[in-house]
């Protein structure tokens, strides 16, 4: 665990970009609430107030939506229609 904590402490570079797959996407996105869910929007959150960029894939993107809106989780906080593009998708 001592590691984990070091590396979220490293400085980030200028031009750091975190590409997101469905499987965190999707665990950020999920509105009920769970301790792995919070951890990851927790270190997502970090990192975006580092500076990093976050850039999602657009294939990611459509097989995480198309999830929540057939589980119809579609309207949660975390969903990805509420989640604010500072990147254009890949």
Not at 40 to 68: H, Q
Not at 69 to 77: I, Q
Request: charged residues 25%; contains cysteine.
């Amino acid at each position: 665990m001592a590691a984990a904590a070091a590396a979220v402490l490293t400085p980030l570079p200028p031009d750091a970009a975190i590409f997101l797959d469905t499987g965190p996407l999707g665990t950020v996105s999920n509105p009920k609430s769970s301790p792995d869910g919070d951890a990851c929007k927790a270190w997502l959150e970090r990192l975006v107030a580092r500076g990093a960029r976050v850039v999602v894939p657009e294939i990611a993107d459509y097989e995480v939506r198309r999830e929540l809106l057939r589980v119809g989780k579609s309207a949660g906080p975390g969903s990805p229609r509420q989640t604010p593009r500072r990147s254009t998708a890949t």
